[in-house]
């Protein structure tokens, strides 16, 4: 799967998708105080009190940097239609 | 996993280092989820990076961030030493010079042509010397991106500075300059440039602009105890080198027992013409493995008994140049007493390396060999 493509990327706006996908994926350490938990495909870190809140702030992380990966993508779609439109026009 | 990187770093710093890198903040229109998270987006490419919005970013934090955006960490603690209040670390510091530099220059004070000549024969080995240093240590960090050592030339000065790890007690960055030096030394010395200096273990700072250590006051002490042509172990680096030998037993796997040997004057300092034979053994089973014909040196690489010829040449040239003056004669005769003691050692089946008629040997030894004797000194 490539988050840099728009199709791939579609689905994965819900928790329960990035819960499905991303779960097995996601290590949790512990660091003095504090929990860390990473995802290995996003790299994408979080922390929390507990392993459990590192976990779902991670998860909260994925879902919105997807978000934005896929905004991107949309703006650069729309960028590029315009982009040809003009050159088409001219 | 060992970083370099700080545990709390204020979000802004973070910010305002990432934008170094050409990466800026995604505005808020552009956010779905609000501001519970911070994305920034590189400007030529479609790379995100995510972090979460909180006053300091935790270090595990800082480096998924560095991930993402395919930033090296070693590139980036280099830029956060500019934003934030720096401190000094554990290092090795080496500090060399060019035996007879002085007497080099009075001598190119003569003539125009004489200045030149001169001039460019020292450039020429300087350059060699220092572009080898160079590409070697830029290839090591190249897969050791946490460690950077620092390497300085001033007129016939040079400077490494190598801060130590918190693995294996520095063990590996400790070996890497001792090699570095080593190789800086031998490029040296087969143009007929021989140095001495020291090596010592001091807190020190060290970045593109600034070098700062107490050690660099005592540099003038260090070559003066160095007395001969070579580079020594000060006691900070010796006690921490015999730290090192205590975890070997093994010559055969510590690299230090031919890297560093013991003069019978208890002068420890770098085997530097040891690399002559760590590259002829590389270069002699990299042959056999691809199993092309080996040239027929016996078992040694041809081009490092030439440069050990060459290392020969020049020293009988000092020594027929200076018998007369007996306070430089005898640094030359030091140095030839080393080589003849190298040669029986490590290059021991060709018959023509040595120097003939030297008239005294001194025997040196590898300092594991030394291990047993210190710890029991110690106890």
């Given at each position: ?10 689905h994965l ?5 990035v ?14 105080e504090c ?9 994408i ?33 729309d ?12 | ?15 305002s ?35 979460p ?13 560095l ?32 035996l007879?530099?002085?007497?080099l ?19 020429k ?14 290839m ?11 390497v300085?030339v001033?007129?016939?000065?040079l ?11 520095g ?14 030394q ?17 807190r ?27 580079i ?8 921490k ?21 013991i003069?019978?004057?208890?002068t420890?300092?770098?085997n ?30 041809p ?16 020594l ?5 003056n ?7 005769l030091w ?15 060709d ?11 001194l025997m ?5 060999v ?10």
């Open positions: 799967m490539s988050l840099n493509d728009e199709k791939d990327t579609n706006s819900d928790l329960d998708t819960d499905l996908l991303f779960g097995d994926l996601i290590r949790v350490s512990k660091d003095g929990f860390v938990a990473v995802d290995h495909l996003t790299h870190a979080e922390v929390g009190s507990t392993e459990a809140e590192a976990v779902n702030n991670l998860k909260q992380a994925i879902r919105e940097h997807i978000n934005v990966v896929k905004n991107t993508l949309e703006q650069m779609r960028f590029d239609r315009a982009f040809r439109e003009d050159a088409g026009d001219s | 996993m060992s970083s370099d990187l700080p545990h709390n770093l204020p979000l802004q710093n973070v910010l280092l990432l934008r170094e890198f050409d990466y800026f903040e995604v505005p808020g229109s552009d956010r779905p989820g609000g501001d519970r998270y911070i994305h920034l987006r590189h400007s030529d490419d479609r790379t995100v990076i995510t972090i919005n909180r006053a300091r970013a935790h270090r595990a934090v800082l480096r998924s961030a991930i993402q955006g395919g930033i090296l960490e070693k590139e980036f603690t280099e830029r956060l030493k500019g934003a934030i209040s720096v401190s000094g670390k554990e290092s090795i510091i080496a500090h060399v010079d060019i007879g530099f002085k007497s220059l009075d001598e190119a004070k003569e003539s125009e042509s004489r200045f030149d000549e001169l001039l460019n024969h020292y450039h080995a300087l350059r060699s010397a220092f572009s080898r240093i160079k590409s070697v240590t830029e090591r960090h190249k897969y050791d991106w946490k460690r950077i050592s620092h300085r001033y007129t016939d000065n400077l490494f500075v190598s801060e130590l790890g918190w693995q294996t007690g063990e590996s960055e400790f070996g890497r300059t001792i090699d570095e030096i080593a190789m800086y031998l490029e040296l010395a087969i143009e007929g440039f021989f140095t001495r200096g020291g090596a010592v273990i001091e020190a700072y060290c970045d593109e602009v600034t070098v700062f250590s107490p050690a660099l006051m005592d540099a003038a002490g260090i070559e003066k105890r160095a007395l001969f042509p070579r020594i172990l000060e006691n900070s680096a010796r006690e080198l015999r730290r090192y030998l205590e975890w070997y037993n093994n010559p055969a796997f510590c690299h230090f027992s031919d890297m560093v040997v003069d019978p004057d208890g420890w300092f770098i530097y013409l040891y690399v002559l034979r760590w590259f002829s053994d590389d270069v002699m089973d990299w042959t056999e493995y691809c199993e092309e014909e080996i040239p027929a040196c016996g078992p040694y690489h081009e490092a008994l030439c440069q050990l010829h060459q290392h020969r040449d020049h020293i009988k040239k000092r027929a140049e200076f018998k007369d007996p306070a430089i004669f005898r640094k030359y140095l030839a007493c080393y080589h003849n003691w190298f040669c029986s050692t490590y290059f021991s089946e018959g023509d390396v040595r120097i003939p008629d030297v008239g005294t040997e040196f030894t590898g300092c594991l030394a291990k047993s004797r210190i710890n029991h000194n110690d106890r």
